[in-house]
C-alpha cells in the first residue's frame, strides 16, 4: 500500500557526509513511524535509525550514534537521514521502512540506495 523511493546515496571519502532522502506515498504519512536499515555484502541487516509519526522521538543503533541523524517532513512525505562524519565500514545498501503502528514491525520497504565510504 505505501511505496517508498530512497534517493542521495553515492560514493564519499572517509570523514564526509551525506544526506539520504526517502520519499513516501500517500496522505497519512505523519501516521507512519519510520525507520532506516542497511545491509553490507556478508552481512545481516542492520538496525541504523528510526524516528515516530510526528517526529517527538528518535533512536539510533550504536554503531552511529553521533555521527547520524533521523528527520522527517510529513508535509512533504519525506524522511532523511543525515550521515557525517562517515567510515569505510558504513559501506552498505541503506533502506527505509514504515511501521504502521507503534510497536509494529516494519511492514513497507524501499528498494534501498548504495552508500560507499572510501578510505
Given at each position: 500500500?505505501?511505496q517508498l523511493v530512497e534517493s542521495?546515496?553515492?560514493?564519499?571519502?572517509?570523514?564526509?557526509?551525506?544526506?539520504?532522502s526517502c520519499a513516501?506515498?500517500?496522505?497519512?504519512?505523519?501516521?507512519?513511524?519510520?525507520?532506516?536499515?542497511?545491509?553490507?555484502?556478508?552481512?545481516?541487516?542492520?538496525?541504523?535509525?528510526?524516528?515516530?509519526?510526528?517526529?517527538?522521538?528518535?533512536?539510533?543503533?550504536?554503531?552511529?550514534?553521533?555521527?547520524?541523524?533521523?528527520?522527517?517532513?510529513?508535509?512533504?512525505?519525506?524522511?532523511?537521514?543525515?550521515?557525517?562524519?562517515?567510515?569505510?565500514?558504513?559501506?552498505?545498501?541503506?533502506?527505509?521502512?514504515?511501521?504502521?503502528?507503534?510497536?509494529?514491525?516494519?511492514?513497507?520497504?524501499?528498494?534501498?540506495?548504495?552508500?560507499?565510504?572510501?578510505?
Amino acid at each position: 500500500q505505501v511505496q517508498l523511493v530512497e534517493s542521495g546515496g553515492g560514493l564519499v571519502q572517509a570523514g564526509g557526509s551525506l544526506r539520504l532522502s526517502c520519499a513516501a506515498s500517500g496522505r497519512t504519512f505523519s501516521a507512519y513511524g519510520m525507520g532506516w536499515f542497511r545491509q553490507a555484502p556478508g552481512k545481516e541487516r542492520e538496525f541504523v535509525a528510526a524516528i515516530r509519526g510526528r517526529g517527538g522521538s528518535t533512536y539510533y543503533g550504536d554503531s552511529v550514534k553521533g555521527r547520524f541523524t533521523i528527520s522527517r517532513d510529513n508535509a512533504k512525505n519525506t524522511v532523511y537521514l543525515q550521515m557525517n562524519s562517515l567510515k569505510p565500514e558504513d559501506t552498505a545498501v541503506y533502506r527505509c521502512a514504515a511501521q504502521p503502528h507503534m510497536g509494529s514491525e516494519y511492514e513497507y520497504w524501499g528498494q534501498g540506495t548504495q552508500v560507499t565510504v572510501s578510505s
